[in-house]
């Protein structure tokens, strides 16, 4: 099993920048990727960033190319998402997930560990 604890939402205004921290515990030697999904109100929850956990391949939606990065603390067993020059269509709960066995990394099912979530609220 593995838990994962989310930190660092919070409001901002458009332009700001916030950092998001997601602490794994447990068998984490199990998790081969580990993603940032977000989810706003009436709709579905999809894939912002993603990272494999060895090797370190990153994947970022269209949507935040260019303004956000995902990185990892190994030592800390600590996943990151810096997020600049955020806009209000990027307002959501944001939630942390690893996955043992992940081939697909846009598609949440593909990941067997979530955290509580963390909310973002970005105004204008």
């Known amino acids: 099993q593995v838990q994962l604890v989310e930190s660092g939402g919070g409001s901002v205004q458009a332009g700001g920048s916030l950092r998001l921290s997601c602490a794994a515990s447990g068998y984490t030697r199990s998790v081969n990727s580990m993603a940032w999904f977000r989810q706003a109100p009436g709709r579905e929850r999809e894939a912002v960033a993603s990272?494999?956990?060895?090797?370190?391949?990153?994947y970022y939606a269209d949507s935040v190319k260019g303004r956000f990065t995902a990185s990892q603390d190994s030592a800390k067993n600590t996943l990151y998402l810096q997020m600049n020059s955020l806009k209000p269509e990027d307002t959501a709960m944001y939630f942390c997930?690893?996955?043992?066995?992940?081939?697909?990394?846009?598609?949440?099912?593909?990941?067997?560990?979530w955290g509580q979530g963390t909310q973002v609220t970005v105004s204008s």
């Open positions: 997930a690893a996955g043992r066995y992940v081939a697909d990394r846009l598609r949440p099912s593909e990941y067997d560990y």
């Open positions: 990272i494999y956990t060895t090797g370190g391949e990153t």
